[in-house]
């Protein structure tokens, strides 16, 4: 070991200063210690072989203390302390100074001491703590890799670029608020916040990464959001375990008015009004179907800096580690949302008619998350959009009732005296069969009697659109209503929207009849003509008008009919219609400006 040295270059080249001390040097193939005494001048220090050869790389003593001068080490340079590392301001700055691209490993502690500075533009990779004091200037990299606990304190605000949690064994502790101001790298360990938080300050939603049971946030994560439809991982436990990670999600629509949120979740303890008997069936319902039990594991907390003023978000909340649920509860779970500071299971909401819940088992409904050909790729989560406010947030579920058919749409159209039937599902569960019911208008507007009209066969369970079809060809003369009814395997059921049919073709029993064809018809956007198939009522004023299947106005005029009661036109005078579907209507407004007749056709342009 006598043959290596400390040596010293103060300014005027690498020299021998100070005493050289070979008694209490040692040497290994792991380390080498040098120490010399009686220095009094500050300068840069290295290890050298018989005062000459520089050794790299230079494990520096048992200890490093930089008192009043800079330590630096160059670019694309390594550098290792296997004691602690002191940055110490005694008449001057003392500035711990790693370089791009470098590396300094420390075995132990990084003190940074009031007045000192640490310039952080590599990457240190520490076993120890970091208790700062002062400034620590970063955009580098800090990377935890101790096999015990690691503490992050001292009196000021800890800043980093980059913040890698890679630890074999034990937890990184906040005694200070940290902050991330670049990329959060979750590999392995848990950071532990207490009552300090970490905050995450780019507005970028790729900026957390790696996350999982074995390296999460058990505390309060701060994550800065831009104006986006970015969604934002917020990877946040309730104890120390991979048994206590519960990872949400932030789903952005745009919000305006928010610049950051925090996110935290705690498990409930179910008592006195916190309790499921206490749930509202009033406003813990989603699409008729009652929530009887919210899943206590965990209650996300997601708290804004500022106030919504436009736009709105969803979240994702996750299965894992929620007991009481499984894949045998898939479609029978979703979220809920109630105040943040309440205690009383009265108060949570589903929202339902003002929020959405996922519609396909690709993510939201079930308890393993599956890809387009089914494969499953995940765990599952409950998933709800179209929040404008914040709180708490849990997931709970119908007992054995599933979520019923996920229902688009149900439409019905007088077309040539029958009419057609539509409806579209996104979703169905344990669905059997729907049957359409229809009920004649009277005075009261009441419908005493739902009359059977036709009964189709359901999907059972599907996670696929699916349009269905159907005519009644027998429709009341006048006003009436249909109605579809969804009908489970176990006797459960629920009905559509009403929809209204008129179908008064009939002038006060006359015998006039408002028909017409349109040609030619599907049409390549040639002339369309329409023409009357029936003799209606001599000189009378007609009202025809062409919508498209959103009912938006393409075009309307007024028809007279001639001598005979017939009409002959041609509608795409000075209009181009796209290729679609529309429909072409006539009515008669003649008397007091009610709907006398109406008929109706369907127009195909291709």
């Known amino acids: 070991s006598d043959n290596y040295s400390l040596i010293t270059d103060i300014g005027s080249g690498w020299q021998n200063l100070g005493t050289h001390s070979s008694s209490t040097q040692s040497y290994s193939p792991t380390a080498v210690i040098t120490k010399r005494f009686y220095l009094s001048t500050f300068g840069s220090y290295i290890a050298g072989f018989s005062a000459s050869s520089i050794y790299t790389p230079s494990p520096v003593t048992d200890e490093l203390r930089i008192k009043g001068s800079v330590y630096k080490v160059q670019a694309s340079a390594n550098s290792t302390i296997i004691g602690d590392m002191v940055v110490t301001n005694v008449s001057n700055n003392s500035i711990l100074d790693v370089k791009a691209s470098s590396d300094f490993h420390t075995e132990s502690d990084i003190i940074n001491e009031s007045g000192s500075t640490i310039k952080l533009n590599g990457r240190i990779n520490i076993e120890g703590d970091i208790i ?158 009652e929530l009887v039990n919210v899943l206590e594991d965990a209650e996300w907390r997601i708290d804004p800096a500022g106030n919504i003023t436009a736009g709105n978000f969803g979240v994702n909340l996750y299965v894992d580690n929620i007991s009481n649920l499984s894949s045998a509860d898939d479609f029978e779970f979703c979220v809920l949302k109630r105040n943040s500071s309440s205690t009383d299971y009265a108060d949570w909401d589903a929202f339902s008619s003002t929020t959405t819940i996922s519609n396909t088992d690709q993510g939201g409904r079930t308890y393993i998350t599956y890809d387009g050909g089914g494969i499953p790729i995940g765990s599952g989560f409950a998933q709800r959009t179209g929040y404008t406010s914040f709180s708490k947030f849990a997931i709970a579920k119908s007992g054995d009732v599933p979520l019923p058919v996920e229902l688009i749409s149900f439409t019905g159209e007088l077309v040539n005296g029958k009419v057609y039937l539509n409806w579209t599902t996104l979703t169905e569960v344990n669905n059997e069969y729907f049957s359409i019911e229809k009920a004649k208008w009277d005075e009261t507007n009441s419908f ?5 009209v036709l009964s189709v066969r359901g999907a059972g369970n599907s996670s696929t659109k699916i349009d269905y079809f159907e005519i009644d060809k027998n429709p009341y003369q006048g006003i009436s209503y249909y109605r579809l009814k969804q009908n489970d395997f176990d006797g459960n059921y629920f009905y559509s929207n009403i929809v209204q049919i008129d179908n008064t073709q009939i002038l006060n029993n006359t015998g006039y009849v408002l028909e017409f064809i349109t040609y030619p018809n599907p049409s390549f956007n040639e002339k369309i003509f329409v023409i009357s198939t029936k003799a209606y009522k001599p000189e009378n004023d007609l009202y025809f008008e062409i919508t498209d299947m959103l009912g938006r106005k393409i075009m309307s005029k007024r028809i007279v009919t001639d001598q005979t009661g017939s009409f002959n036109f041609y509608i795409n005078e000075g209009i181009d219609l796209n290729s679609g579907l529309y429909n072409a209507r006539i009515t008669d407004f003649s008397i007091n400006k009610k709907t006398i007749s109406t008929y109706s056709n369907k127009l195909v342009i291709k």
């Open 448 to 452: 005493p009697d739902w009359e059977f």
């Open 132 to 289: 700062n004091n002062a400034l620590i200037n970063s955009s580098g990299e800090i990377i935890f890799i101790g096999n015990s606990d690691q503490t992050i304190g001292g009196s000021n605000v800890t800043s980093f670029s980059d913040f890698t949690v890679n630890k074999p064994s034990g937890n990184v502790i906040l005694d200070i608020n940290t902050i991330v101001s670049e990329t959060l790298k979750l590999n392995s360990g848990i950071i532990i916040t207490g009552s300090d938080t970490l905050k995450c300050t780019s507005p970028l939603s790729s900026k957390i990464t790696g996350y999982s049971g074995n390296s999460f946030v058990f505390g309060f994560l701060k994550k800065s959001i831009g104006v986006n439809t970015s969604t934002y991982p917020l990877p946040v436990g309730n104890g120390n375990g991979n048994t206590f990670y519960h990872l949400a999600e932030f789903i952005n629509n745009n919000v305006v008015g928010i610049s950051a949120i925090t996110a935290s979740v705690a498990s409930i303890t179910e008592s006195g009004n916190n309790v499921d008997v206490n749930l509202d069936p009033l406003k813990a319902i989603q699409d008729g179907t």
